[in-house]
């Protein structure tokens, strides 16, 4: 919302921390940029057992289609 409109409107959303709720299930995790994706994935996938590889990343998703509707 804040990136499309400026501002969000009826919701504050805070994105959980996903390495530390793996970590509330035993389950090992790490935090990778998406250069370093590949590596963490192949060095979870080694590992053997649950793995988290968490990307930050920022999703372009389809454009508004409603705003022509507006006020």
Known sequence: MESA???ATATE????D????AASFGIPA???TTDEAPDAVTRALAAGGPRVVVV???LGLFAP???DRLG
């Open 30 to 32: 790490e935090r990778a």
């Open 65 to 67: 289609t409603h705003l």
């Open 56 to 58: 930050p990343a920022r």
């Open 18 to 21: 996903f390495c530390e709720l």
């Open 13 to 16: 959303l805070a994105r959980p």
């Open 5 to 7: 409109f400026g501002t």
